[in-house]
């Protein structure tokens, strides 16, 4: 093989006689041989971080693998060395997601993301249970209430007891009195 043959294989622009497998392998053992045979020395490859690579380029078995984060890590969101896969990287999304809930008077769930349920437990007074518990109790949450399904009109409602797994709230009227939403909206900040 001529050297500027030699040197479109390199380039991956090979000659058109290099159309089966044998005669690439030919060009690429002549290349080896006019290189010093560099090609099937072994060689060091380095990685950066969130990489593993193990074989070596001699023994055609050079493995290179992405370290990917677990679900933890993904939905935490503080190692910036470790590669995301689309799974880890929708569980990290649906994991930061907000816990909403819209409900009737009567606790009926008319939308929600991460609510189970919503219960009344007397006149103006529920109680919201969350999907999946919460790391802690450590969150804000929201009441809104409206007495006829639209605009907010119920002064500030009150949060009561707060757990990992729900919290309570009430619906006051402007004259301190516990009231039934026709619409309650409650959500979680964290």
């Keep these: 093989m001529l050297d500027s043959e030699l040197l479109f294989v390199a380039a991956g622009n ?14 690429l053992e002549d290349m080896d ?10 060689a060091t490859v380095g990685a950066g971080a969130g990489v593993d690579v193990s074989g070596s380029l ?10 990917l984060a677990t679900q933890a890590q993904a939905e935490t969101g503080t190692d910036n060395t470790t590669g995301m ?14 816990v909403f809930a819209r409900h009737s008077s009567a606790g009926v769930i008319a939308k929600q993301r991460g609510v189970s349920s919503i219960t009344q437990l007397a006149t103006g ?29 119920i002064g500030l409602p009150r949060v009561g007891t707060m757990t990992t797994t729900s919290f309570e709230y009430d619906f006051i009227n402007a004259g301190g009195t516990l009231v039934d939403p026709a619409m309650g909206v409650v959500f979680i900040m964290e």
Excluded: H, M, W
């Design 125 to 153: 007074r529920y109680r919201c249970d969350f999907s999946a518990g919460r790391a802690d109790a450590n969150y804000a949450p929201g009441v809104i209430g409206s007495t006829d399904g639209s605009a907010p009109r």
């Design 58 to 67: 001699s023994g055609g078995n050079l493995i290179v693998a992405l370290k």
């Design 85 to 98: 896969s689309p799974l880890r990287t929708a569980q990290a999304l649906a994991a930061s997601r907000p």
């Design 14 to 27: 090979a000659p058109s006689d290099l159309n089966t497998l044998e005669k690439v392998a030919a060009a």
């Design 33 to 42: 041989t006019a290189l010093g045979g560099k090609l099937s020395s072994a």
